[in-house]
């Protein structure tokens, strides 16, 4: 046996008008879960609520949130000094949620005697998005459902399987459109908290986008952005300056090389914001990393993927692969968060693909100078939950300003599609971060990805910076101005 300090999250509705946290000392035997953890504090005090059945990670109904995290209470194991609390849906008393309403709008099958067995290849192809076990997990931390009428992660995941299944009568597709299906941000967060791992976003609303696309029921912003993507090779127009213009093929370093990559610019870093791809060159300069930048890579199709507007994707990532093949690069490196899961999930690349914080902590940073601002730091949803990259640009930002604090991550509004096409929600997400930076007391925001950049500069009354800026000026170096 061993002893384990535990907080809880206590909820009367008759009682209290607020949560409360309760510390709790246990006695429990060594890798207990979190479940047992709760079982030793009932049986102190049989007023806890929470729910348990299967006790086998197969029920879902133990979800709570451990440290902020969702997990199953019965399949987590419990750690000295964790914090307990039900997950972000309504409370009905301490630890247990409703599960009914969230449950019961999940959409399921029409059956008809007109429909026909599934064979063992659509079996196999629904049973990726069958293994749910209906936890809700992904609704507690969707965030368009915190803004829109979505109707949520595990209901579109619903409406694929349905989409594949020859016993379903009907077309679905209109119906998951007024359910909410061009607002998913793409941010993956349903995935990463999902105790069966089901790729909610790029298995189902993905796929789910495509069949609208086929029915010509795209967003139209959507269908222009396809468009521009198709006759120019970029999702964004070119604004005065071009990084890709703007570069030698080959940058060297200013000293010993310590490292070679290729640079995948992205579309937001090469036509909005080559100032940033700029300040990254010179931090790569003092770093000792040779970097090749090939000039006819294109857009990585991910606004196309996001979108389901895939027609002409191959020929995308065909080009991009070559440009950087051709050149015998082992090493690929991406400064846009959303270039660099697509990259990594989307193609089958002869090379390896690596963020610039993955980068900079492998090789190692060059000598730094403290800014003196107080920096919080906002995590790009396409680096957190894309990537699982959320340390590494941390390390770095703490080495290059006096003080960091921390901001809950969140969604800020731009990904997915949403901002060209919903930019109500994508602003009312936007102005979700402008409540949590305001809160961090910080000078200045910094992000690593250039549409997180741009949109929450939109909706916050600090600077936004990107991670490499700041690196620049922590260099004693003036940020590449244009």
């Known amino acids: 046996m061993m002893q384990m300090n535990v907080t809880i999250s206590r909820f009367n509705p008759d009682t209290d008008s607020v949560p409360r946290m309760e510390p709790w000392q246990v006695n ?5 879960r979190v479940l047992n953890v709760l079982d030793a ?6 007023t806890l609520a929470y729910r348990s059945s299967c006790r086998a990670g197969q029920c879902g109904s133990c979800a709570v949130k451990v440290n902020g995290e969702p997990v199953l209470a019965c399949t987590e194991e419990a750690k000295e000094g964790m914090v307990i609390e039900p997950l972000d849906l309504p409370v009905i008393q301490d630890l247990m949620v409703d599960l009914i309403s969230g449950i019961s709008s999940i959409p399921r099958i029409h059956t008809c005697t007109c429909g026909t067995l599934p064979s063992q290849d659509e079996v196999a192809k629904m049973k990726p998005l069958r293994d749910c076990i209906e936890c809700l997990s992904c609704v507690s931390v969707c965030p368009a459902m915190k803004v829109t009428d979505f109707l949520g992660p595990t209901s579109m995941r619903s409406q694929m399987r349905i989409a594949l299944d020859p016993r379903e009568p009907g077309n679905r597709i209109r119906e998951a459109i007024s359910q909410g299906l061009f607002t998913c941000t793409s941010c993956n967060r349903c995935w990463r908290v999902c105790p069966k791992d089901i790729e909610t976003p790029g298995k189902a609303i993905e796929k789910l986008r495509e069949i609208a696309n086929r029915e010509g029921l795209t967003l139209p912003r959507h269908q222009e952005v396809a468009e521009l993507v198709r006759t120019t090779g970029r999702s964004v127009e070119s604004g005065k300056h071009v990084f890709l213009d703007l570069v030698d093929e080959v940058i060297e370093p200013y000293g010993e090389v310590k490292r070679e990559v290729g640079f995948f610019s992205g579309c937001m870093f090469n036509a909005r914001l080559p100032e940033r791809a700029l300040d990254m060159i010179e931090v790569m300069r003092h770093a000792g990393i040779r970097v090749i930048i090939p ?7 991910s606004p196309l993927i996001r979108t389901g507007q895939t027609s002409f994707l191959d020929e995308i990532k065909e080009r991009n692969i070559k440009a950087f093949q051709d050149r015998g690069i082992k090493t690929v490196m991406t400064m846009c968060a959303g270039c660099g899961a697509t990259l990594k999930h989307d193609y089958e690349t002869p090379f390896e693909v690596k963020d610039v914080s993955e980068i900079l902590t492998e090789t190692g940073l060059p000598p730094l100078t403290k800014v003196p601002v107080t920096a919080t730091y906002h995590d790009p949803c396409h680096l957190m939950n894309g990537q699982q990259i959320t340390e590494q640009p941390r390390e770095i930002l703490k080495d290059a300003v006096e003080r960091f604090v921390e901001m809950p991550a969140q969604c800020c509004g731009s990904g997915g599609g949403v901002r060209s096409g919903l930019p109500d929600e994508a602003a009312a997400l936007g102005e979700l971060r402008r409540t949590a930076i305001n809160k961090t007391g910080a ?7 250039p549409f997180c950049e741009y949109h929450i500069q939109e909706h916050s009354d600090r600077p936004v910076k990107n991670l490499m800026t700041v690196l620049v000026e922590a260099l004693g170096k003036k940020p590449a101005e244009l």
């Open 28 to 32: 429990v035997e060594e890798g207990a």
């Open 41 to 46: 504090i009932h049986a102190l005090d049989p």
């Open 295 to 301: 000039k006819e890579q294109v857009c990585c199709g």
């Open 443 to 449: 000078d200045i925001v910094v992000t690593i990805c």
